[in-house]
Antibody, heavy 121, light 108 residues
Framework: EVQLLESGGGLAQPGGSLRLSCAAS????????MTWVRRAPGKGLEWVSG????????YYTDSVKGRFTISRDNSKATLYLHLNSLRLEDTAVYYC??????????????WGQGTLVTVSS | EIVLTQSPATLSLSPGERATLSCRAS??????LAWYQQKPGQAPRLLIY???NRATGIPARFSGSGSGTDFTLTISSLAPEDFAVYYC??????????FGGGTKVEIK
């Protein structure tokens, strides 16, 4: 059974940092690109960042480029998202997702339960 | 960036009624479009991929159609558990992959 378990969310001040983790199991982690998707309060879903199975290719939405860094440790089957220079508008539930295809441009058939990031002074 | 526009924003229907949700793309996405359902406090669930293919375990009352820029998700007869928010998503042109703004299906 595929499982994705996020952790690391919490309260951060504007300009602060957090690191999100997503522990994966139930599939060959290194074979699949992984993605972070977020949902801000009262808003819709937003694709944030993706990474190839080997970790050599990374992709970001414009609003987080230069501030967020996606990475993965295939030996630990864990995905990360480093959030730096946080802004109020980064407040959201962040979901770790697995694609239906091995490549990064995919649909998402498995989602974690989400971890809440709140940016507030 | 491809913009997906969903309509209506809210759909008020009764159980047993037919629901028709629309998703329009700012440029052609061929059939590279999916639909998701999200209930409060839950992660989204993949319903339809490649415009018309039901994902594993999705009931037959859910169907998708369309190509190019205009897509439709139809729920033939609303079950009580179908009242939720629905999103479309394209994977034709990325990054970024994009989602629509959502349609809330609420009980009338």
């Amino acid at each position: 059974e595929v499982q994705l378990l996020e952790s690391g969310g919490g309260l951060a001040q504007p300009g602060g940092s957090l690191r999100l983790s997503c522990a994966a199991s139930g599939f060959t982690f290194s074979s699949y690109a992984m993605t972070w998707v977020r949902r801000a309060p009262g808003k819709g879903l937003e694709w944030v960042s993706g990474i190839s199975g080997g970790g050599d290719s990374t992709y970001y939405t414009d609003s987080v480029k230069g501030r967020f860094t996606i990475s993965r440790d295939n030996s630990k089957a864990t995905l990360y998202l480093h959030l730096n220079s946080l802004r109020l508008e980064d407040t959201a539930v962040y979901y770790c997702t697995k694609g239906t295809y091995v490549g990064p441009g995919s649909y998402y058939d498995y989602w974690g339960q989400g971890t809440l990031v709140t940016v507030s002074s | 960036e491809i913009v997906l526009t969903q309509s209506p924003a809210t759909l008020s229907l009764s159980p047993g009624e037919r629901a028709t949700l629309s998703c329009r793309a700012s440029q052609s996405v061929s059939t590279y479009l999916a639909w998701y359902q999200q209930k409060p406090g839950q992660a989204p669930r993949l319903l339809i991929y490649d415009a018309s293919n039901r994902a594993t375990g999705i009931p037959a009352r859910f169907s998708g159609s369309g190509s190019g820029t205009d897509f439709t998700l139809t729920i033939s007869s609303l079950a009580p558990e179908d009242f939720a928010v629905y999103y479309c998503q394209q994977r034709s042109n990325w990054p970024p992959l994009t989602f629509g703004g959502g349609t809330k299906v609420e009980i009338k």
